[in-house]
Nanobody
């Protein structure tokens, strides 16, 4: 079992920044990758960013490239999402996820609201 706890969401004005954190516990030593998805009201959950645990290779959705940065702290089993130049369309619940032994685990989510 893997437990994921997100933090750092909140209300911010357009153009502002927020940093999300996701702490993992449990069976994390064999984690392949961790990352973030988001779900806006009335929309499907969509991929935002991912980082592999061993090499630190990253990938991003086109909609956030150049604005969001994903990073990790292996010692703390924590993944971060630095979000800059936020737009109202970034408003969503952001979910942390981890891929461990071929299974995907989810956190409960943290709400990010960007006002115009």
């Amino acid at each position: 079992q893997v437990q994921l706890v997100e933090s750092g969401g909140g209300l911010v004005q357009a153009g502002g920044s927020l940093k999300l954190s996701c702490s993992a516990s449990g069976r994390t030593f064999s984690s392949y990758a961790m990352g973030w998805f988001r779900q806006a009201p009335g929309k499907e959950r969509e991929f935002v960013a991912q980082i592999t645990w061993s090499s630190g290779s990253t990938s991003y959705a086109d909609s956030v490239k150049g604005r969001f940065t994903i990073s990790r702290d292996n010692a703390k089993n924590t993944v971060y999402l630095q979000m800059n130049f936020l737009k109202p369309e970034d408003t969503a619940v952001y979910y942390c996820n981890a891929i461990v032994d071929g299974m995907r685990y989810w956190g409960k989510g943290t709400l990010v609201t960007v006002s115009s």
